[in-house]
């Protein structure tokens, strides 16, 4: 594969940058079934941060498109009904990536196999088959609470459980349902439908005290298409938490998942083609001095975030898990934001854009 080459001309420019060519359009004016092929893209199915369930975008998630295959990164709320509203095949995802175990970035993971993977829909589509997820193994511990003080703590039998025990807990979950369809209508086993692969981590003194010291890129997976490669990040208490890197024939694309700045994340970023980037704004809010340290802890300022992009030597920046906290986003004023520090095209992402590499 060429790596971080070969997009960058294809892209020219990215809709928010003076200037720059527009390389951005709506998804769902362009589905499958349309012929469109690009080589390369990234369809952004939501772009709101957190939990809080707002009007007008869908929890975080995005999908990579290679060659007509489909990687998604991230399954936040709505994720699958996203999913098909972009003109995206069910039959061509190949890989879902969760970046750590927030809520909102797995709240529609098991929609995917529990609905995705029924009977076919109206555009006569269902998943081809078992689908490879890559995400975090458990954590182990759990941090002390937040500004001191006791918290409950949800099945204390086993409270940090990794990707594949959230998976068998949802089958079971989910079991009077699956048992009764397998019964009635001969659907297939849920349980056949994920393959989950908890992502092992390199030697590096990591751990919940310790969730990303210094990381060098180590391989995820590898198939005819994409290279992923991941580094740890810091999000807050979380462990662990990645981001993860695509690297293609046709150029690379890099997602910071949730993360404050980190030289982890600028190593494995280095030339990406496009960085998809968190960012909040807190200096509209009045935040204690506790609630801010805490988001401190765990994002990066929407101002700050293009000095990220340009250590990273990054050719395109967009941002999505976007929150401004509480306020509707003024996308103009996001842009100039985020551009200080970064001489390049910036994109303040919204739900079902669709931004072509190559």
Known sequence: MLGAVGGLAALGGIAGCSGGSVATRTAASTPASSGQQDKLAV???????????DPGRAGIATALVVDGATYVVDCGRAA???????GLRLDSLRGIFLTHLHADHVADYYNFFLLGGHIKNILGDTLAGPVPVYGPGPADDLPPKFGGGTAP???PKSPTPGTAEMTTRLHQAYAYSDNIFLRDMSIRDIRTLADVHEIALPSVGAGPRNTAPATPPFPVMEDDRVKVTATLVPHGPVFPSFAFRFDTDHGSVTF?????????LTTLARGTDMLVHEAINVRDVDLSPADLEHMLQSHVEVQEVGSVAQKADAAALVLSHISNLGSPVDTARWEHMAAKGYDRPVTVGTDLQRLVIA
Request: glycine share 10%; no cysteine.
């Open 256 to 264: 910071s998942g949730d993360t404050r700045t980190t030289d982890n």
């Open 80 to 86: 699958t009904t996203r999913y098909v509203e972009a």
């Open 153 to 155: 703590t949800v099945a």
């Open 43 to 53: 369809v952004l199915l939501g772009t709101q941060a957190g939990p809080p369930v």
